[in-house]
């Protein structure tokens, strides 16, 4: 049963810095490439692609988070990471961990990221 659990959310004010987990279960996290998505607080926003790594360590980002944010993977640990720096209002969110697998989408829960003074 795949699972992906995400941690590490919470509360900071602007130029602040946050980590969060991604932990996997369930498959086999190293051969599996993996993305950090979020969505954005209102009913008409839709979860946006932050940050994918793939199994060979290849990263990409969205422009409005390059050279603030950070994807990483922990493969003995099955576990990915998101760095956030000189964090903004904007990215004020549920962040999402997601995989594909064999044709099948993975979402965790998410974990709320607040950007607030």
């Known amino acids: 049963q795949v699972q992906l659990v995400e941690s590490g959310g919470g509360l900071r004010q602007p130029g602040g810095s946050l980590t969060l987990s991604c932990t996997a279960s369930?498959?086999?996290?190293?051969?599996?490439?993996m993305n950090w998505y979020r969505q954005p607080p209102g009913t008409n926003k839709q979860r946006e692609l932050v940050?994918?790594?793939?199994?060979?360590?290849?990263?990409t980002y969205r422009d409005s988070v390059k050279g603030r944010f950070t994807i990483s993977r922990d493969d003995a640990k099955n576990t990915m990471y998101l760095q956030m720096n000189a964090l903004k209002p904007e990215d004020t969110a549920v962040y999402y961990c997601?995989?594909?697998?064999?044709?099948?989408?993975?979402w965790g829960l998410g974990t709320q990221v607040t950007v607030s003074s």
């Open positions: 997601q995989t594909l697998l064999q044709r099948e989408t993975y």
């Open positions: 369930g498959f086999a996290f190293s051969a599996a490439d």
């Open positions: 940050a994918r790594i793939f199994a060979d360590g290849h990263t």
